[in-house]
């Protein structure tokens, strides 16, 4: 029954139970969570953020990370309380300049401001911490990671947790300002332009970075150690900062001859995707990852990418990302797909590029590497789970998906949705069912039947993409 029916049944218990849904609506607080069935607890309900000021103080000796983060908002309902996704100890919040009570509990940071905050209000929060973030776990899995010479903040989908509070989902993007300071002689790389050092009192120093563009939590990163720390300028003007661990050893060389190509990859891919979509390029390369991922204008590489020589593949596939994933991002993880399987799709686009095999003979590779019992089709890039959100099928079936495309609808159409696909949806979010619509649109054809094939069957397709005239 709606309110409105009750009101009109004019009955004394109508009236009460009106009367009890009228307080329950004037205390509102925001949801535990953003709506993601994947991560039921990821980002919340409430209020959408525009900026992050993260101010911090590093201790590599003993991992005590401490500081503060101010957080610019917006509420987008009454607001009574509302929850910041979060792991480490605060020991303070402001709301507006007013001291807020909270509690914390299971990675939920929960703030009663005073009073209720009115939908559409400018919010200012401000949430001081100290803690050891290594100490701290969530489902027993602990994000930061700890290194010889300092730590890392690197991680998908959830590394925010560990270093700052946040509306932490890819739908609520933000700009950011990172400084952080540490023992003289240690090195802050973080994301977008580098505004340089400034001296502390204490025999500090503070390293200080700035994202101009909209950035999703997950890809924004520190990383502090020691590093050799490189800076150029790529051929279209942008700054270039790309920083090597004191401690890659053997691996040193081929890192730099990879890593050290990312402007020629970016111009690459340019080509292909359109403009570059942020302000600044680089990577960064360190022990302790144990994967590589596509932070926001600096991608970062474990080393083992670099065990057996030169690696530019790992190059475009991270910085595919930078418009596949970083400017155009997930609606919901479920469409992790719109990532993995178009910054795949890239390697075989470089490959090509390289003069290593062509689109279609690594799409066809792929196909054949996989006999149709073997589990890896069963998992559906479209909709792969949580579990299997970062399985092989979704990058190598994901980007047979992308070569099928290009198949069906001819190069011409197919540059034309990648370019008017990462144009439409930059800095934006968008869902596996709205690049379908948008690939139907500009090609002119039914898909459904392709994309179900490649995305959302549980068994080995008939042919290769493109293999003898199929697709
Ligand atoms: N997006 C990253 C890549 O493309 C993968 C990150 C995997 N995450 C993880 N926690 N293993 O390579
Ligand atoms: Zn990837």
Redesign the pocket.
Known sequence: MSLRAKLTTGTAAAASLLLLAGTAAAKQPGAPGIGDPYYPNAGNGGYDVSHYDIRLNYQPATDNLSGTTTILARSTQDLNRFNLDFVLKASSVRVNNKVASFTQADGELVVDPKGTLREGSDLTIVVTYSDVPSSRSLGGFTAWKRIPDGALAI??PDIAPWWFPSNNHPTDKATFDVSVAVPDGVEVLSNGIFNGTTKQINGWTRWWWRSLKPQTTYLAFIAIGQFEIRRSTAPNGQPVINAYSERLGEDAGAAKASVERTSEVVEFLEEKFGPYPFEAQGGVVTPGI?????NQTRSTYDPAFFRRGTNTYVVA??NA?QWF?DSVSVHGWKDIWL??GF?SYAEFLWSEHVGEGTAQENAEFIYDLYAADHPFWTVLPGDPGPENQ?DGAVYDRGALAVHALRVAVGDEDFFSILKGWTAHKRYGNASVEEFIAFAEKVSGEQLDELFKTWLFTPSKPAAAPGRDGEF
Do not use: P, T, W
């Open positions: 991680d998908e144990g994967f590589a991922l596509e596939h991270e990302h994933g990532n993995e910054a970062f």
